[in-house]
């Protein structure tokens, strides 16, 4: 474990020494990380995008669903009610006819 312990602590001061200069694969892997971040930004900033754009097409589809429900709705009452009208105008008619019999 004694040997671990030195050699680590070698290594230390190894990697110290090439935080100045840094090799070419960990400036490699500094541009890897540093151009993986930044795409990740960008996927997210999409992300972000195509969510508002699918909550934008979920509300406008609950708007004309709504106003399509509304629409029908209202006709079947204005249906009812000329039904109900037509309904009431035979009824009269038919106790006119009877009385005047």
Do not use: F, W
């Amino acid at each position: 474990m004694a040997g671990t312990a030195a050699s680590s602590s070698g290594k230390v001061g190894d990697s110290s020494a090439h935080c100045d200069d840094p090799s070419p694969v960990e400036y490699k892997l500094s541009k890897i990380s540093a151009t993986s971040a930044m795409e990740a930004a960008v996927r997210k900033e999409q992300q972000a995008a195509a969510l508002e754009e699918l909550k934008r097409r979920k509300d406008q589809q609950e708007k004309e669903l709504k106003d399509a429900n509304q629409d029908a709705l209202h006709r079947l009452l204005n249906g009812l009610s000329q039904a109900s009208t037509t309904e009431e105008r035979d009824t009269s008619v038919l106790n006119t006819e009877k009385m005047s019999k």
